[in-house]
């Protein structure tokens, strides 16, 4: 089992920048893919960034890129989500997640564990 804890989520103007964070716990942390999803009120859930296990391979939602960064610290058991030039339409619920197959996942099912969430919110 691995317990996945996301912090770092608030209130922010257009245009400003937030770092989520989301702490593992339970298992090796360096086995897993880690992804940031997003759900929106009303919306399904998305894929907003993955990083490999190695943290060699990246993958972005197109509407982040340039904006959003995903890295990963495998010493401190934490992957992290770098948000810059916010948007109100970024406004989510935004869940930390963990995969444990053998190709980095894009899709939502393909991940095994997955954080409580964290609001964001920004302003126009």
């Known amino acids: 089992q ?3 804890v996301e912090s770092g989520g608030g209130l922010v103007q257009g245009g400003g920048s937030l770092r989520l964070s989301c702490t593992a716990s ?4 360096s086995l897993y893919h880690m992804a940031w999803f997003r759900q929106a009120p009303g919306k399904g859930r998305d894929l907003v960034a993955a990083i490999s296990r ?3 391979v990246r993958h972005y939602k197109d509407s982040v890129k340039g904006r959003f960064t995903v890295s990963r610290d495998d ?3 934490t ?4 948000m810059n030039s916010l948007k109100p ?3 989510a619920i935004y869940y930390c997640a963990a995969a444990g ?3 980095m996942a894009l899709d939502g099912t393909q991940y095994d564990y997955w954080g409580q ?3 964001v919110t920004v302003s126009s």
């Open 79 to 82: 992957v992290y989500l770098q």
């Open 89 to 91: 339409e970024d406004t």
């Open 54 to 56: 190695s943290g060699t």
């Open 101 to 103: 197959g053998r190709l």
């Open 75 to 77: 010493a401190k058991n």
């Open 26 to 29: 339970g298992h090796t942390f």
């Open 2 to 4: 691995v317990q996945l």
């Open 117 to 119: 969430g964290t609001q």
